[in-house]
């Protein structure tokens, strides 16, 4: 049984926990644990066959979802809760307990909580570490201690070699949505996913610490993405590990390519593969904080009308510019991504030291993987990224801003933004 490359098991009684477990798992998914939770894994076949199946294929840690009504349930109280106890006992697995009972002056009443379950020899559940099921710090920590325990069970693999981290930010929940990396990171849709969803970039940006603890952890030196994501998503991503640690940073997009940047360059080279030019719509205050910068690397060409419409915001802006490829149409090939990355951080850099700003707002057309690779070089700088909506249609094609951050120090600051720009 492979438990350390498991989902998390949660057992909880729908009729009372149900929301609970619904926010346990969406934090657990966005710091880079996959779920295993029975309204979207259980398959036809019967019930307790099914439940047996999943806690002994191997799960790499446990949640007790603590409610009243387990009481009332044979799975919990003769499957769920005394397998995962045992292998609590026996395997050392981790099994948080997440619970409802609170004592007269608010703190978790572990006591309470141990006499919803049945008795397991050697195992005490009072003992255990628990977490308020209300309070969305007390989530955040219990997705830390079950990210912590994973990395130091993986420290053999990863000690000085290449963390892998699998994202996505359009995948439906599923136990299945995991793969071979040592964390798969899934932030919750919204809508038909034309943009990341407000509430899982808020989940990924509070679980950004936790993400930057595990690199360190692992003891790692370079560090492998994969899978999809938003453009604004994954340009926050490239942020988030600190470069004095992390040597090397690779994207493998879907088709297998590998986009890797190792140097951090930000000199100009001989023949610049790109670049700048105004942006001739914009509304140019000279008194404005703030630079736009729209990034074009796609041969198919930028959305015109939505960079337009953020250029012209009357609001104003201290310079405005594209930077696309010094030759027209050309692509990015993966194996030169460093060299383009590089270059384009370049005229970033240059643009906003000739501002005298530190705040960037930035639009990005092009590959995922490089953007990564982009905001991996972006330090020094409080980036707001935007993601474009409706890009084909000229009367309505808009960029809405959806994440901030800023590389800093040993974590990077992530905030998510909702469509008027304030900080979630």
């Known amino acids: 049984m492979d438990h350390d490359h498991g989902p998390v098991f949660v057992s909880y009684r729908h009729s009372d926990g149900t929301e609970h477990a ?37 799960p790499s840690a446990g949640v007790l979802i603590a409610t009243p009504e387990v009481t009332l349930s044979q799975a919990i109280q003769t499957v769920e809760f005394p397998t995962l106890a045992r292998l609590a006992r026996d395997n050392g697995m981790l099994v948080g307990v997440v619970t409802t009972a609170r004592r007269d002056d608010g703190s978790v009443d572990e006591q309470a ?100 603890e595990a690199f360190v952890i692992s003891g790692a030196n370079a560090v492998e993405f994969s899978g999809n994501g938003h453009v604004s998503f994954c340009l926050a991503l490239g942020a988030l590990l600190p470069r004095s640690r992390c040597s090397s940073m690779t994207f493998v997009d879907a088709k297998g390519k590998s986009w890797t940047s190792r140097a951090i360059a930000l000199e100009h080279r001989p023949e610049p593969l790109v670049k700048l030019a ?19 690397v796609l041969a198919t060409g930028h959305a015109p009308a939505a960079v337009e419409r953020l250029a012209a915001d009357p609001a104003g802006w201290r310079a405005a510019y594209m930077i696309a490829p010094s030759n027209p149409g050309s692509l990015v090939p993966p194996q030169d991504a460093e060299a383009w990355a590089n270059d384009i951080c370049a005229h970033l850099v240059t643009a906003m030291s000739q ?14 993987a490089l953007a990564t690779l982009i905001g991996r070089n972006l330090s020094g700088f409080s980036v707001t990224a935007y993601e474009a909506f409706d890009r084909f249609n000229p009367d309505n094609a808009r960029y809405v801003p959806t994440v901030r951050f800023r590389i800093g120090g040993a974590v990077t600051q992530i905030s998510a933004l909702d469509p008027q720009g304030a900080v979630i």
């Open 278 to 296: 105004d942006i001739p719509e914009a509304v140019i205050v000279p008194e404005a904080t703030r630079v736009l910068a729209h990034i074009d």
């Open 113 to 212: 909580t141990a006499s919803l379950y049945g008795e397991v020899e050697g195992f005490d559940l009072a003992g255990h570490k628990q977490y308020a099921a209300d309070r969305a710090d007390d989530l955040r920590a219990l997705a830390r201690d079950l990210v912590v325990d994973r990395m130091r069970a993986l420290r053999h693999e990863t000690d000085r070699s290449v963390l892998r981290i699998d994202v996505a930010t359009r995948n439906q929940p599923s136990e299945s949505d995991r793969t071979a990396a040592h964390l798969d990171v899934r932030l919750d849709i919204n809508g038909d996913g034309e943009l990341p969803s407000p509430a899982g970039l808020a989940r990924f940006a509070a679980a950004a610490p936790t993400l930057t």
């Open 22 to 58: 619904g926010a346990v798992t969406s934090v657990l998914r966005a710091s880079g644990l996959s779920v295993w939770l029975d309204r979207y894994a259980m398959l036809v076949g019967s019930f307790r066959y099914r439940m047996d199946e999943a806690l002994q294929s191997g």
């Open 355 to 368: 501002a005298k700003v530190h705040e960037l707002h930035l639009t990005y057309s092009g590959p995922a």
